[in-house]
Each structure stands twice: as structure tokens, then as C-alpha cells.
């Protein structure tokens, strides 16, 4: 097999396989058949059973079949016996299927028989669920190879006197002629699992980077069936920054935050990690035992896992940098916090939110080049600029000043972010922001902050 050939099948692979529930490995067979050692970046579970389709694990795959050289002979019964192993080592429930694609360009250098006899003794000690999708490309696509790949397939060996079993799923062969068709024809065994209902649930993908600068992104796809016919899917990307702004904006104060995790316990969204548009690499995943350590967060942990809603107290931690996170260490707090849990179904995700008792919300984390009282300045120049005394220079094109800094807020730190995202800023409102940073009466009305920034600004007027 060429090199390019593998690129397809990668593709072919990560395209099908990123969906959340997958799971997969490889088996690439000759004489001998071989499975992907695993590394510990990836999992390392590939050798024994299926590893879940996560971004870096398909990743690995593909590195893997790169890597790999066609040489030998073509033992098909090896390879089954290796593929077989997986799924029956692989802890599964009852609904999922599974399946073998199973792609050569070669007739077997073993007998059909023995291929036929292995197949159905391999499949009758997994209850006869697995299905097989035979692919034929080249010679296995002519005349000779068909017969035992189409026999493969419908897991049907009476051309070849072996006895047939009942109740086995068929499969399909699927000839691809032309290499270049390798990864549509690849991607037909999706078909053999539509499922003929009318309702049918979006499938959504765990997040990944999107190549064209989106941030991490999720693909959310629907079959569109008309008259009973699948016509094609319909799918759309969506950053998780959107999907989850709602969520990032949650927050009532600085101490109390939302987060959400997958079926599996891993984060999708949580103040310690970095924002989703923050993110640059791969995403990793993170179990969320990891970054909530109370131990009694368990029992919310395995109700969250079960898809239930709940509430409970327990003690938060919030862990704040004293200045370079490195050098001068980290400052932990510990209080006492409702935790609110409930599942997101659609998307197998779950939401906590996690809210600091009133009476300990306050916390002095200011930093000792807190700026004094008065020294407030809002960076829209341009709306205040006669009560700016200070020397007004032009920089770029806008008013600046050089001997303080100004400030800008957050959406987070308001009430209604979508308000202030969405509003025009008038000299008023700038007005409102500096009278209530600035104030030292403490009367100045609240302009639409959250609790924990007020708080703030009257620290600022005792230091
Ligand atoms: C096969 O079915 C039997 C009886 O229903 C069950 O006890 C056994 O666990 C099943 N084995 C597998 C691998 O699913
Ligand atoms: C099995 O294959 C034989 C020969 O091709 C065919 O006659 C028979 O109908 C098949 N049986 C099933 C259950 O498909
Ligand atoms: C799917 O179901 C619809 C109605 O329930 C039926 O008309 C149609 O023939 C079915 N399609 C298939 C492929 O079974
Ligand atoms: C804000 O200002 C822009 C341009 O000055 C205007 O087009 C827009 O309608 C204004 N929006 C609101 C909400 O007032
Ligand atoms: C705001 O600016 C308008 C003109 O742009 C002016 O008429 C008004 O007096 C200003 N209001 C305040 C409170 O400065």
C-alpha cells in the first residue's frame, strides 16, 4: 500500500470515528498481524482492547498506519483472530455495536475454510454480535477475491461446507475499484447501522481544534431521512466557546463557577483550565476528579455520571496566584459551597454549578499594586475627554494618556454581559462606572455589577 493510500484511510478513520461513544483500534496484518503499541500521550490500551476515538488517540492511529509497510503474505485468519481479541477484551454494554472493517488488497493465503471456521468460532464467543464490513481493493476486488470476502461479509460459509449459524448480523463487501473512491466507499458501513426511526438524536463529537482557526470546535450532525430514504447528513461546527458562553458567564460572584463534564468525566469547561478560545494545542482532557479534589465530591461525581440532578454542600477550594504562578506560589482558599448539578441529555454532558455561601463570599485577594482610591479611569477617552486632565496625546489614532493606565470590564463582570456586549457606552455610563469605582461614600448606584466587583471596589477605598 502506498502512503497515500494510508492518509485516506486516516481520514476516512478520524472523520467516521470521532463521535463520542466510538471506540477503535487497528489491526494491520501480512504474514504476521500486529496491533499499535500505544504511547503514553495516547492511551496505551490499543495492544490489549479498543481505545476510545478521542482526537489524540485517532492521531496516534494515523501516525501508526503511516508508519506501516505492506510486505509478506496475507493471512486473513490472523488478522481476525487479533480483531476478534479486541472487542472481546473491551468492556461494552449490550447496545453498542460492533463491527470489523476489515480492508485488503490481497487474497488470503489462508483456505476459505479455515477463514470461514475461525470467523464463526471467534463470533459465537461474543454472542454472534459482531459484524463484519469486507473491503476489496485490487486484487481482492477481482473476480477471486469477491467469493470469500462477500462469504466474510454475510458470515455465510455454506459455499464452502461450513455449517451456518443462526442469527448473525450480516455485513456487507463493499469493492472499491477505484482507490481514489477509498474513503467514501469506506464510509458506506454507516449505512448498515442506520437505525429506521423518525426521531433521531444528533450525534456529537468530542471537541477538537479546529484546523481553520475556530478555537475548539464540536460537529453536531443529523441524518437527513425523506420517505424513509437516508438522503444525507446535515451537520454544522460549533465553537465551544459559543455553546458554552451562556455557561462562562454564569458566575454570580468570583468565587462561585460553573463547569461541565462529559458521560466520562472529563472537563469540557472549568475555571481552572484555559477558556476554550484560550486553547491552542490539542485539546487534552482532564478528569474533572483531578481539578474538584474534595473527596467527597465523588458522590456528586457518580451522580453526575448517571445523567441525575442533585444538590449538595460541600467544601470548595479556589486557588489563586500570588503573582508569577512559579516563583511565588499559589494562595488556596477553602469554603463552604452548594453544589447544583444537572445532566445536559442531548449532549451526554453535565452542568455544575458551584455557589460560595453568602457569608464567606467575600475573600481579600488584592493585589499590593491596587491602585488608590480616585485614580478609576474607564479607557473610553473619547467619551470624557474634558474632564481628562491630564496630558491627552493621540496614539494610533485614539486619545490616550501617558502617565496612568485606564480600564477596561470584562463581559463577566457584569450582571447582563450581554448587555454591556450589546450596548452602546455613553459619557453616562462611563459617568456611572467611574462615580461608583471612585466612590468613597459607598451611596454611588450599582451600574450593573456583579456582587464580587463591588466588593472589590470598596476594598480599593480602605487600602
Ligand atoms: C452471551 O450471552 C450469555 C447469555 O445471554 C451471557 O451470559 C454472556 O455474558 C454473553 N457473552 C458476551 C460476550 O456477551
Ligand atoms: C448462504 O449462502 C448460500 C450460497 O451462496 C445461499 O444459497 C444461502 O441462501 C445463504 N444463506 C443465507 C442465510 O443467507
Ligand atoms: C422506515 O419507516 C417508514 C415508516 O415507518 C417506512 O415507510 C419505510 O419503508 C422504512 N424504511 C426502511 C428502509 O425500512
Ligand atoms: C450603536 O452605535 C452604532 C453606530 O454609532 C449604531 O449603528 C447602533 O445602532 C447603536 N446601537 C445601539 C444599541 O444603540
Ligand atoms: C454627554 O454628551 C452630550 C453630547 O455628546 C452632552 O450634550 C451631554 O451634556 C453629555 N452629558 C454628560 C453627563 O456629560
Redesign the pocket.
Known amino acids: 500500500m502506498t502512503v497515500t493510500l494510508h492518509r485516506c484511510i486516516s481520514c476516512t478513520l478520524f472523520l467516521s470515528l470521532c463521535f463520542v461513544r466510538l471506540q477503535v483500534s487497528v489491526v494491520a496484518f501480512g504474514t504476521n498481524a500486529n496491533k499499535p503499541p500505544g504511547n503514553t500521550e495516547a492511551s496505551t490500551c490499543f495492544n490489549r482492547q479498543l481505545a476510545s476515538a478521542s482526537p489524540s488517540n485517532i492521531k496516534y492511529l494515523d501516525s501508526y498506519i503511516d508508519g506501516l509497510n505492506a510486505y509478506g503474505s496475507t493471512f486473513y485468519r490472523k488478522a481476525l483472530r487479533a480483531a476478534f481479541g479486541l472487542l472481546k477484551k473491551t468492556p461494552t454494554t449490550s447496545q453498542r455495536d460492533k463491527v470489523i472493517l476489515f480492508l485488503t488488497d490481497g487474497i488470503p493465503s489462508d483456505s476459505p475454510v479455515e477463514i470461514m471456521e475461525s470467523i464463526k468460532g471467534l463470533n459465537k464467543e461474543l454472542n454472534n454480535t459482531v459484524m463484519i464490513v469486507t473491503y476489496g481493493l485490487g486484487e481482492a476486488a477481482s473476480s477471486k477475491g469477491t467469493e470469500i470476502l462477500?462469504?466474510m461479509a454475510?458470515q455465510?460459509?455454506?459455499?464452502y461446507e461450513v455449517e451456518?449459524e443462526p442469527n448473525v448480523r450480516?455485513g456487507a463487501f463493499i469493492p472499491i475499484l477505484n482507490p481514489s473512491e477509498l474513503r467514501p466507499r469506506m464510509g458506506l458501513y454507516y449505512a448498515l447501522f442506520l437505525k429506521n426511526t423518525t426521531v433521531q438524536e444528533p450525534s456529537i463529537t468530542i471537541p477538537y481544534m479546529d484546523a481553520w482557526g475556530l478555537g475548539v470546535v464540536t460537529t453536531v450532525s443529523l441524518p437527513l431521512i425523506l420517505e424513509g430514504q437516508l438522503k444525507g447528513v446535515v451537520g454544522i461546527d460549533i465553537t465551544m466557546a459559543d455553546l458554552l458562553s451562556d455557561v462562562l458567564y454564569l458566575s454570580a460572584d468570583a468565587l462561585s463557577y460553573p463547569f461541565v463534564i462529559d458521560n466520562r468525566g472529563r472537563v469540557m469547561m472549568h475555571p481552572l483550565l484555559p477558556s476554550p478560545v484560550g486553547a491552542y494545542e490539542d485539546p487534552i482532557f482532564v478528569d474533572i476528579r483531578d481539578v474538584e479534589r474534595n473527596k467527597n465530591f465523588l458522590e456528586v461525581y457518580d451522580d453526575m455520571l448517571k445523567g441525575k440532578a442533585g444538590v449538595k454542600q460541600l467544601m470548595a477550594e479556589s486557588i489563586q496566584s500570588r503573582g508569577e504562578t512559579l516563583l511565588e506560589g499559589v494562595v488556596v482558599q477553602k469554603f463552604p459551597a452548594m453544589y447544583y448539578w444537572r445532566p445536559i441529555s442531548v449532549v451526554g454532558y453535565s452542568l455544575a454549578l458551584v455557589l460560595v455561601l453568602e457569608q464567606h463570599a467575600k475573600h481579600s485577594m488584592l493585589s499590593p499594586l491596587a491602585p488608590s482610591a480616585g485614580d478609576f479611569l474607564y479607557h473610553r477617552l473619547d467619551l470624557i475627554q474634558s474632564q481628562v486632565d491630564t496630558s491627552q496625546c493621540r496614539y494610533f489614532g485614539n486619545i490616550a494618556i501617558k502617565d496612568r493606565s485606564t480600564v477596561k470590564f470584562a463581559p463577566d463582570a457584569f450582571v447582563d454581559p450581554y448587555h454591556y456586549l450589546d450596548s452602546n457606552e455613553s459619557n453616562v455610563t462611563v459617568r456611572q462606572y467611574s462615580q461608583y469605582m471612585n466612590d468613597v461614600t459607598t451611596f454611588a448606584t450599582n451600574p450593573g455589577f456583579k456582587v464580587r466587583v463591588s466588593i472589590t471596589a470598596s476594598d480599593f477605598k480602605c487600602s
Open positions: 462477500t462469504s454475510e455465510n460459509g455454506t459455499l451456518l450480516k
